[in-house]
C-alpha cells in the first residue's frame, strides 16, 4: 500500500462547505473552440484527487468505478463522491439540482447563454469575463513586464495595415467569451498566416495584436484565493507548448526556477483581482528571454491545468525521492481495461503517478480513445525523457 498523498489545500479547504465544482466549459463557449466533446469530459475528473469534501461534477467516464480504483491504490484520499454527467443536458441539470439545494457553483467557464447559467455561482460571471479577457491585460500587468500590444477593431483591420507590426506576432482575440489552453490564439510567422487569422476571426469585435517574444522558458505561474480574500502562491511549472501555441503539458521541479520578482508581481495581480471579488484559482503565462527579462502575457482566471499536478507534486516527490515531474495527459489506443493495467504497471516503477482517467465508453464516445492524466517523476528532466520512452512502449502516447 503506497503512503497516502496529501496535497498543499484542497478545494474545500479553498472554499469551504456549500459548494461545488464544475470545471467544464459549456459547449458553446466561443467559435474557435473545438466541439470535441470528448476531449472536454476527458479533464473534468482531474479535479478529484485534490477536491477534499467537496462534490466535483464530472463526466461519468471520468470517475468509473475501476479509474477511481487506480487513484486510491495511487495513494490519493477520495473522500467526496464525483457528481457525474452523461452529455450536455444531464449536466445542466445536475447544476439546476445544485440550485435546488441551495449548492453554491464554484463555475471555471461563463456559459454564454445566461438562461443555463447556475443560478448561483461563486464569483460574479461579469467579474471572471473582465478578468480572462485578452484586451484588458494592460489593465492588470504593470507595464514593465506587458508585451509590446495593440487593441484593434477588427471591422478596420486588414492585413495592409498589421504590415506595421514586425513578423512573427500573435494574433488573439479579445472577447469574454472563455478560452483556454492556446485557444483563440494565433502564431502568425509569415503573410499568409495573418491573413488566414483574420479571416478565422471575423464575427468577433476585437482583437490584440502582440509582438512575439523569444523566450528560454515559458512560466506558468499558479495562486488560490481563499474565501476570505486570503492570495496563496501554489507553485510554478514550465509550459510544453507545441509549434501552433497549443498546450501539452508541464514540467515541475528544481529546475523551473522562476525569478522571485515574477512571483512577487503575479501576487500583485492576484491580490487586485481579489479586492475586485475573485476568489479561487489563477494561473498566469509568463515568457523568460535570454537576458533574464520576464513578461507576463496571458490571465487564466480559473483551475489551470497546472494546477493540480502543482498541488500533489511536492507529496508525490517526498514519497519517490525523485525531484522533477512532468504532467501530461496521455492516450491509450486500446481498451480502457488495458490502459488501466498498463498504468498499474508503471506505477509499480515509483516513477509514474496517475490521477485522473477516461473511458469514453461511460459516455458513449464513439471513436474517442482512453486517456489517463498523470505525473512522470526522475530524478532529472533528461531521465524523464528516458521514461517518457516507457510509456510510449506500453502504447501511452
Known amino acids: 500500500m503506497k503512503s497516502p498523498v496529501i496535497p498543499k489545500t484542497t478545494l474545500f479547504d479553498l472554499c469551504g462547505p456549500g ?3 464544475n470545471s467544464r466549459a459549456p459547449e458553446n463557449s466561443a467559435a474557435w473552440v473545438p466541439r470535441n466533446a470528448a476531449s472536454a469530459d476527458a479533464k473534468t475528473g482531474n479535479q478529484i484527487v485534490i477536491a477534499g469534501a467537496m462534490p466535483v461534477l464530472c463526466s461519468a467516464g471520468s470517475a468509473t468505478d475501476d479509474g477511481l ?3 486510491r491504490d495511487a495513494g490519493f484520499a477520495i473522500t467526496a463522491t464525483p457528481v457525474t454527467y452523461r452529455d450536455e443536458a444531464d449536466r445542466y441539470a445536475q447544476l439546476q ?9 464554484i463555475d471555471q467557464h461563463v456559459q454564454r447563454d445566461a438562461s443555463l447559467r447556475p443560478a448561483a455561482t461563486w464569483v460574479d460571471p461579469a467579474l471572471l469575463s473582465w478578468l480572462n479577457n485578452k484586451g484588458n491585460l494592460a489593465e492588470l500587468v504593470p507595464a514593465f513586464c506587458l508585451p509590446e500590444r495593440e487593441l484593434c477593431d477588427l471591422a ?7 504590415q506595421k507590426h514586425a513578423l512573427p506576432l500573435l494574433i488573439k482575440v479579445a472577447t469574454d467569451a472563455t478560452s483556454g489552453g492556446g485557444l483563440g490564439v494565433t502564431l502568425c510567422k509569415t503573410a499568409a498566416d495573418v491573413g488566414q487569422a483574420l479571416a478565422n476571426r471575423r464575427g468577433y469585435e476585437r482583437l490584440v495584436i502582440e509582438h512575439y517574444i523569444p523566450m528560454v522558458k515559458n512560466f506558468c505561474v499558479n ?3 481563499a474565501s476570505d480574500g ?6 510554478t511549472t514550465e509550459q510544453i507548448i507545441d509549434a501552433t501555441c497549443g498546450y501539452l503539458g508541464n514540467r515541475l521541479g528544481p529546475e523551473v526556477a522562476p525569478p522571485e520578482k515574477l512571483i512577487e508581481t503575479g501576487r500583485e495581480i492576484v491580490q487586485h483581482a481579489a479586492r475586485l471579488g475573485y476568489r479561487g484559482f489563477a494561473g498566469m503565462d509568463a515568457a523568460l528571454t535570454g537576458d533574464g527579462s520576464f513578461y507576463i502575457y496571458d490571465l487564466n482566471f480559473r483551475f489551470n491545468g497546472s ?3 502543482l498541488l500533489i507534486h511536492d507529496a508525490v516527490a517526498r514519497r519517490a525521492g525523485l525531484p522533477c515531474a512532468e504532467f501530461r495527459i496521455w492516450r491509450y489506443p486500446g481498451s480502457f481495461g488495458d490502459m488501466l493495467r498498463a498504468a498499474r504497471d508503471l506505477m509499480d516503477t515509483g516513477r509514474f503517478v496517475p490521477f485522473g482517467t477516461f473511458d469514453p465508453a461511460a459516455m458513449g464516445a464513439a471513436g474517442a480513445v482512453p486517456c489517463i492524466a498523470g505525473l ?3 530524478e532529472s528532466r533528461d531521465d524523464i525523457v528516458e521514461q517518457r520512452r516507457r510509456l510510449k512502449s506500453v502504447g501511452l502516447v
Do not use: K
Open 97 to 105: 439540482r445544485f440550485a435546488g439545494q441551495g449548492v453554491i457553483v
Open 223 to 225: 495562486y488560490a484565493v
Open 19 to 21: 459548494h461545488a465544482f
Open 156 to 162: 478596420s483591420l486588414d492585413a495592409a495595415a498589421l
Open 230 to 235: 486570503v492570495v496563496l502562491y501554489l507553485g
Open 69 to 71: 480504483e487506480l487513484l
Open 376 to 378: 512522470l517523476l526522475g
Open 307 to 309: 494546477t493540480t499536478p
